[in-house]
Structure formats: C-alpha cells, structure tokens
C-alpha cells in the first residue's frame, strides 16, 4: 500500500516537513544508568494497580542502547526530521541544580547522528518526566518548579544552540495538568480540579520562560509548544447539548491555546469555578502570550458531548467511544478523520496563528508479527484519510508547515502499558527486534514518492 496526495498538495512540497515522533521515557529504558535520578513516572509506575499489568519504562524499547541502530531506520524510511524529548531527569539530576554531563552526552551523540545525516532535529523539552526531587516539593502546584524549568531550558539551549532545528518547551500540558493533578490517571496521581487547572497555569507560565531560554542562546532554531486537541462534538442539538460542548472546548482546548494567542482564560471556566481558579501572578499573562515560531498539533480521536445532571461531577459528559462512531482503534478511541480538517479550520478562524505542525497523528492498532509480517490495514487507513484531511485544511488557507506520525515504534504507552502499539515499527520486547509493518512501508513508499529531500 502507498499513501496517496496529489503532485500539487502542500504537503508534496519542497518545504513540507515529514517525519517521526517518540518522547524519551516511553523508549529509552535505562532509568538508572549514567546518573539519571528517578522521575514520576518511576514513582508512578512503581505504584501497584497504576499502570497496566505493572509495567514500567526501565528497558522499554532500549533505546539508551540502540540508538544507533534507531536512527538509522529513522534514516531509512525517507523522512525529513524526527521528533525526539529530552529526558529532564538526565539532565538535571540533583536537587542542588548539578548538571550531569553524561545526560548531555547521550543526546550530543543522537543529535550529532542526526545532523550528520541531514535529518532535522526536533526537541521537546518536556514530555511528562518531572524529576521526582521536584514533584517532592510540590512539582507543577509549586511556583518553583516554572523557574526550575527555565534553568533546565537555559541548560539545554546553551549546550545545543541551532544544533536543533526547533525546540517545543512542553508535549501536551493538558496531559500533565488534568490527568496528572486532576483526574489522577496519569503521574503524579493526584485528584483534584483546582490543583489541575493550578498545574495548567504553572506549566503555561514556565512555556513562557522556556521560550526566552530559547531566543537567548538560539539564532535559527525555531522556538514554540505542542498541545493536544480531542474536540467536542454536541452529541444532540438541544441548547443544553450544546453549551456542555462549549464548556467541555473551553476547558480542554481553549483553557490552553487562548492564553497562548490572547492572553487570557476563557470566561467561561472563570465563571462556573471561581474558588477552583489557579493563582495568577501580575504580569504572568503577558509571560504566557510571548511570540512562537510555531504551534505543534497532536490529535488522535474526537469526543461525543453530552449534558450532565446536578449530581455529575462535570458540567458536560463524554459518551462513552464504544457506542460512538463506527470504527474504533484498538485503545477504544473513535476514527473520525474530518475531526482534524474542523479543528485546523475552526482554531485558524477563531486566532492568529503561527504556522502549524501536526507534531503527533497516529493509532494504535491490534498488530501482530506474523511470518515476519505486521499487516496494520487499520493504521494505514488511519494516516491515509488524516493525511488528506490535513491537505483539505492546507487548500482552504491553513498553513501546515509539517507532518510527524506517532509513533517511530511501539513503546511504554503511559497507563496502558506495552498492551497499546502505536509504531509505525513493531518492537518484540523479548529480543528489542524492529520489525517494520505495513503501515511504515505505505509511509516510506510516500516519501520516496517526492521528487525532492526537504532541504535543511
């Protein structure tokens, strides 16, 4: 199978960007080795009944070992860049602020290689893994941790300048506020929702900080944020269907992407949970709205919205995705590709972005290695009908500078464990054998299909 675009889309362009996503505790293992200091999510995996049939990330895809190896099947599948984070507990290992060079040391040798091949290098600096010395003092619910990130983020910049085409300060900061600090699920494990929309705040205002960090020590790297979007859709047209679906948009969305445009929460959050609103500084807004380079997009599903009754804890409710849709993958999220086309068009409506990458875009798929094979139909529809949706969005004026699928390989899923396969690379965590399926050969095929390498 091929993945098809017309010769004129925007995403055959010389200046589109495709390639590959992973973030560092879902496929580096080694969580002891060269002074790394344990993170919350070794705390959190070490909680019985947290994680799925009790996994953990101290092997995971033994990326710490095989990089080598990893980069050059990055290389080989055609792509333009690969998305990777860095491990901020490899960094910064110590409560005193001690910097571990060897941390440093394993990321010049990744970025080194992918420069060498002209891949470029896209950075998070955080993707979930607060050291645990820092959630020990209160992690996102303290101040503190906003200025420790912006030392983190001085560190990495200093060291690797425009080494790095483009630095993201923070994947996804719904993920680390709501299901981190509110709904428990993911680490810390906390439960409560105005410690989530407290952390949401902090980690907003430490993108701000982190950006500055960026601009001082870069001159070309580009600097910007990844958030995650699971838009709402009123599952009835009754007015009250339909203001649960503002409420539930506003509280996922926009509570993270308004600040960021305009400066400001949306009014309407404000107003149904005064005593639950987080504790905003003067001048922390204008910190938040600070220029970007880009905005990272990762979307995987839609949710279905419904009103809630006076004893429900929300003020909307998500149907449940079994009885939603007619296709499912295999983590239970509904595919609804146009759900992506009404995101780019709706957000580029509502505020004055910059251009846009689509930094996560993938699903997780019942895959199986069979005869050497791994035949994910399902995956490669998925991408088909999301790629084609994004070159939709790109010829009604949006501008979409890149495309990265999730993920290069399957890898810890978070809660689920290694029960979810997201890779475009199947990964028998018995022998760390890579194995590419169906749906990385329809990729590669894509690539090779351009008349042209991006140029860096």
Same mark, same amino acid.
């Given at each position: 199978?091929?993945?098809?675009?017309? @010769?004129?889309s925007?995403?055959?362009?010389?200046?589109?960007?495709?390639? #590959?996503?992973?973030?560092a $505790?879902?496929?580096?293992?080694? @969580?002891?080795?060269?002074?790394?200091?344990?993170?919350?999510?070794?705390?959190?995996?070490?909680?019985?009944?947290?994680?799925?049939?009790?996994?953990?990330?101290?092997?995971?895809?033994?990326?710490?070992?095989l990089?080598r190896?990893?980069?050059?099947?990055?290389?080989?599948?055609? #792509?333009?860049?690969?998305?990777?984070?860095?491990?901020?507990?490899?960094?910064?290992?110590?409560?005193?602020?001690?910097?571990?060079?060897?941390? !440093?040391?394993?990321?010049?040798?990744?970025?080194?290689?992918?420069?060498?091949?002209?891949?470029?290098? $896209?950075?998070?600096?955080?993707?979930?893994?607060?050291?645990?010395?820092? /959630?020990d003092r209160?992690?996102? &619910?303290?101040?503190?941790?906003?200025?420790? $990130?912006?030392?983190?983020?001085?560190?990495?910049? +200093?060291?690797?300048?425009?080494?790095?085409?483009?630095?993201?300060?923070? *994947? /996804?900061?719904?993920?680390?506020?709501?299901?981190?600090?509110?709904?428990g699920?993911?680490?810390?494990?906390?439960?409560?929702?105005? /410690?989530?929309?407290?952390?949401?705040?902090?980690?907003?205002?430490?993108?701000?900080?982190g950006?500055?960090?960026?601009?001082?020590?870069?001159?070309?790297?580009?600097?910007?944020? #990844? &958030?995650?979007?699971?838009?709402?859709?009123?599952?009835?047209?009754?007015?009250?269907?339909i203001?649960?679906?503002?409420?539930?948009?506003?509280?996922?969305?926009?509570w993270?992407?308004?600040? &960021?445009?305009?400066?400001?929460?949306?009014?309407?959050?404000?107003? !149904?949970?005064?005593?639950?609103?987080?504790?905003?500084?003067?001048?922390?807004?204008? +910190?938040?709205?600070?220029?970007?380079d880009?905005?990272?997009?990762?979307?995987?599903?839609?949710?279905?919205?419904?009103?809630?009754?006076?004893? %429900?804890?929300?003020? $909307?409710?998500?149907?449940?995705?079994?009885?939603?849709?007619?296709?499912?993958?295999?983590?239970?999220?509904?595919?609804?590709?146009?759900? !992506?086309?009404?995101?780019?068009?709706?957000? @580029?409506?509502?505020?004055?972005?910059?251009?846009?990458?689509?930094t996560?875009?993938?699903?997780?798929?019942?895959?199986?290695?069979?005869?050497?094979?791994?035949?994910?139909?399902?995956?490669?529809?998925?991408?088909?009908? %999301?790629?084609?949706?994004?070159?939709?969005?790109?010829? /009604?004026?949006? #501008?979409?500078?890149?495309?990265?699928?999730?993920?290069?390989?399957?890898?810890?899923?978070?809660?689920?464990?290694?029960?979810?396969?997201?890779?475009?690379?199947?990964?028998?965590?018995?022998?760390?054998?890579?194995?590419?399926?169906?749906?990385?050969?329809a990729?590669?095929?894509?690539? *090779?299909?351009?008349?042209?390498?991006?140029?860096?």
């Open positions: 199978m091929t993945f098809k675009l017309d @010769n004129d925007a995403l055959m362009q010389p200046d589109f960007t495709f390639g #590959v996503a992973t973030a $505790f879902q496929i580096e293992g080694a @969580n002891t080795a060269d002074n790394r200091c344990p993170s919350i999510w070794d705390t959190f995996c070490a909680k019985p009944g947290k994680v799925l049939a009790g996994d953990d990330g101290s092997i995971a895809c033994d990326h710490y070992n990089w190896e990893d980069i050059a099947l990055i290389d080989s599948l055609g #792509v333009d860049a690969y998305r990777l984070s860095i491990a901020w507990p490899r960094i910064i290992s110590d409560i005193d602020g001690s910097i571990n060079a060897a941390g !440093l040391a394993f990321y010049d040798n990744i970025i080194n290689e992918l420069n060498r091949r002209s891949l470029k290098v $896209f950075i998070t600096l955080y993707h979930w893994d607060l050291p645990q010395y820092l /959630e209160g992690g996102w &619910l303290n101040r503190e941790t906003v200025h420790a $990130f912006a030392h983190y983020a001085e560190v990495i910049c +200093e060291h690797f300048k425009d080494r790095i085409y483009s630095y993201a300060t923070f *994947n /996804e900061p719904w993920c680390s506020a709501y299901l981190g600090y509110q709904y699920v993911h680490a810390p494990g906390h439960t409560s929702r105005k /410690e989530g929309l407290q952390a949401a705040h902090h980690l907003l205002l430490a993108h701000g900080l950006i500055k960090a960026i601009r001082k020590h870069t001159v070309t790297a580009q600097a910007g944020i #990844v &958030l995650n979007f699971t838009p709402g859709y009123s599952n009835s047209d009754s007015p009250a269907d203001r649960a679906t503002d409420i539930y948009n506003d509280y996922n969305s926009h993270f992407i308004q600040p &960021l445009m305009q400066g400001s929460y949306p009014k309407s959050i404000q107003t !149904l949970y005064p005593d639950e609103m987080p504790q905003v500084e003067a001048g922390d807004m204008q +910190e938040i709205n600070v220029a970007i880009f905005l990272g997009i990762n979307f995987y599903t839609r949710n279905m919205i419904e009103a809630s009754d006076a004893d %429900h804890e929300e003020d $909307f409710i998500q149907v449940d995705q079994q009885f939603t849709g007619t296709e499912h993958t295999h983590i239970g999220w509904e595919i609804h590709a146009p759900a !992506l086309y009404d995101l780019l068009t709706s957000l @580029n409506t509502r505020y004055d972005l910059p251009p846009i990458y689509i996560e875009n993938g699903a997780a798929c019942d895959d199986h290695l069979m005869n050497g094979e791994v035949n994910d139909d399902q995956r490669c529809r998925y991408l088909q009908e %999301h790629l084609q949706m994004v070159d939709k969005a790109t010829r /009604e004026g949006v #501008v979409v500078k890149g495309y990265f699928a999730w993920s290069l390989m399957d890898n810890f899923e978070w809660a689920e464990g290694y029960s979810k396969r997201f890779g475009l690379v199947h990964v028998d965590y018995e022998t760390q054998v890579r194995t590419l399926k169906r749906s990385a050969h990729y590669k095929a894509l690539l *090779n299909n351009r008349n042209h390498k991006t140029p860096s």
